[in-house]
């Protein structure tokens, strides 16, 4: 997560949809206010030059004892609590991808690479299970998306550069992104071969179908869908605001010694 009172944006992001990679690239751009939720040493390792605290801050509520930790897949609803107003009216930004997609990945990075296993019945439970990140939440509140900004993996590089200029931040020539995760799913895990029954792939359609109000992905195809946002996006985040406790008057930063 990132929270960006420089260029007055939220940067949330599901599980599984490179989301490390697009929140390393935009440290480069963060001020010595903004806060960026750590990473994984290893993904910390890859950040380069950022003014930003890289931390993961703590909010207690005043009034019932309530924590917060805002933290590397924290919704933005968790965010609008602890800051309230002064956020509100931040652009929200995600990334996502095809629901298919995701849950093969979800299932070799939660550590299914067993060669002496068979992947075909292991994968199937997974699915049915619904062990694979099905985080409409992060993004949304109360059942509505409030994401202004959708960074489809399908378009990575396409929709991060219109991200950055909608920030007014010009990005010349090309785009490269550290592969944070990139080597844990084998690249004959494709669609095809992992997908083999089609009550499999109705799992993950009806699993999906907040996401896919959004994003109409299709199993069948590659290409990126049209993003549909939310004309209530804005109404929704004021609405939390009135019904819920939100912002300093509630909740207080728990001080800590050090940052990392």
């Known amino acids: 997560m990132i ?3 420089k260029h007055n944006f939220v940067y949330v992001k599901p599980g599984k949809t490179a989301g490390s990679s697009i929140e390393l690239a935009i440290s480069a751009y963060c001020g010595p206010q903004d806060v960026i939720t750590r990473l994984r ?9 950022c003014a930003a605290r890289i931390e993961n801050p703590q909010f207690v509520n005043i009034n019932s004892g309530e924590t917060i930790e805002l933290q590397n897949h924290s919704r933005y609803s968790d965010a609008l609590r602890v800051y309230g107003e002064q956020i509100v ?3 929200v930004v995600c990334t996502e991808r095809n629901p298919w997609e995701k849950a093969i990945s979800s299932f070799f990075w939660k550590g299914n690479r067993r060669p002496e296993r068979p992947v075909e019945p292991r994968f199937k439970r997974f699915v049915n299970d619904g062990r694979w990140p099905q985080d409409f939440d992060v993004y949304s509140v109360n059942g ?5 900004h959708i960074i489809r993996v399908e378009r990575l590089k396409e929709d991060y550069r219109d991200f950055l200029g909608s920030l007014g931040i010009v990005i010349e020539g090309e785009i490269s992104f550290p592969a944070s995760k990139g080597f844990q799913r084998p690249k004959e895990a494709t669609r ?8 499999v792939i109705r799992a993950v359609e009806e699993h999906s179908q907040e996401l896919r109000s959004v994003l109409p992905y299709r199993f069948e195809e590659r290409s990126a869908p049209e993003v549909h946002l939310s004309p209530d996006r804005r109404t929704a985040r004021y609405r939390f605001l009135e019904q819920n ?3 300093p008057a509630y909740w207080q930063r728990v001080p800590t010694s050090t940052s990392a």
């Not at 040493?41 to 030059?49: L, N, S």
């Not at 509505?144 to 202004?148: E, G, I, L, Q, T």
């Not at 095809?192 to 009550?199: D, G, I, L, N, S």
């Open 144 to 148: 509505v998306c409030v994401a202004d």
């Open 89 to 91: 009216d931040y652009d």
């Open 41 to 49: 040493p290893r993904e910390e390792y890859q950040r380069g030059d």
């Open 192 to 199: 095809e071969v992992m997908f083999t029954r089609p009550w």
């Open 245 to 247: 406790a939100c912002g």
């Open 3 to 5: 929270v960006s009172h």
